[in-house]
């Protein structure tokens, strides 16, 4: 019985049953949160550390939204090219609207990167991979979702870690110097003259 399931499988799976599926491992990889920012390697732990790697992104990310712009121009002068060419009555009167619209998302991927928008460069490619893979050119709209989501995950992720920082008030990093909190239950002591206690007057029998 256990020979027959297995000759029924893959034979990736049947080789390896408990191996991972490529869906898992790009789920892994790519949607779960990996520990690259982790305290060991020196990633972001404290909160303003937080907001700063939120705030900006860095070299990586920029260069990969920097040489996905270009290309996404290029892209879109083909596709709307090889549209036009193979079928010019249905897409001769939209081609320019077409082309405008994917040279606006390209734009939009080259400022974001530019200025190192994270959240808005994932937006602008996920949006450009998802029209150019409607109009069936998935080799060239595939890429630009994966990449697209990449970025808009790590915002996200970012964000959460954020705010459980705040949560847990982590303003500085392990092991160093905290400042002295001052004591709420400490009550300072009272300057001037100190009033000597009343004596109880003496009681008079009638």
Same mark, same amino acid.
């Given at each position: 019985?256990?020979?027959?399931?297995?000759?029924?499988?893959?034979?990736?799976?049947?080789?390896?049953?408990?191996?991972?599926?490529?869906?898992?491992?790009?789920?892994?990889?790519?949607?779960?949160?990996?520990?690259?920012?982790?305290?060991?390697?020196?990633?972001?732990?404290?909160?303003?550390?937080?907001?700063?790697?939120?705030?900006?992104?860095?070299?990586?990310?920029?260069?990969?939204?920097?040489?996905?712009?270009?290309?996404?121009?290029?892209?879109?002068?083909?596709?709307?090219?090889?549209?036009?060419?193979?079928?010019?009555?249905?897409?001769?009167?939209?081609?320019?609207?077409? #082309?405008?619209? %994917?040279?606006? !998302?390209?734009?939009?991927? =080259?400022?974001?990167?530019? &200025?190192?928008?994270?959240?808005? /460069?994932?937006? #602008?490619?996920? %949006?450009?991979? !998802?029209?150019?893979?409607? =109009?069936?050119?998935?080799? &060239?709209?595939?890429?630009?979702? /994966?990449?697209?989501?990449?970025? %808009?995950?790590?915002?996200?992720?970012?964000?959460?870690?954020?705010?459980?920082?705040?949560?847990?008030?982590?303003?500085?990093?392990?092991?160093?110097?905290?400042?002295?909190?001052?004591?709420?239950?400490?009550?300072?002591?009272?300057?001037?003259?100190?009033?000597?206690?009343?004596?109880?007057?003496?009681?008079?029998?009638?």
């Amino acid at each position: 019985m256990v020979a027959s399931r297995r000759g029924a499988l893959p034979w990736r799976m049947a080789a390896d049953p408990d191996k991972p599926t490529l869906s898992e491992r790009f789920t892994r990889a790519v949607i779960k949160a990996d520990n690259r920012e982790t305290k060991e390697d020196g990633g972001p732990v404290t909160v303003e550390e937080f907001e700063a790697v939120i705030a900006r992104m860095d070299d990586k990310e920029r260069l990969i939204g920097l040489i996905a712009a270009p290309l996404a121009a290029a892209i879109g002068l083909l596709v709307v090219q090889s549209l036009v060419a193979t079928n010019t009555k249905t897409y001769s009167s939209v081609s320019g609207t077409l #082309a405008l619209s %994917l040279f606006v !998302l390209a734009a939009a991927m =080259l400022a974001s990167a530019w &200025f190192r928008k994270r959240l808005y /460069l994932g937006i #602008a490619m996920a %949006l450009y991979g !998802l029209s150019i893979f409607n =109009l069936h050119f998935w080799g &060239f709209g595939v890429p630009y979702l /994966l990449f697209g989501s990449w970025y %808009l995950v790590r915002a996200y992720r970012f964000g959460q870690k954020l705010k459980f920082a705040k949560e847990d008030g982590t303003t500085s990093r392990p092991g160093a110097p905290r400042r002295a909190q001052p004591n709420k239950r400490f009550t300072p002591p009272v300057t001037g003259p100190v009033k000597a206690p009343k004596t109880p007057k003496p009681r008079t029998e009638t």
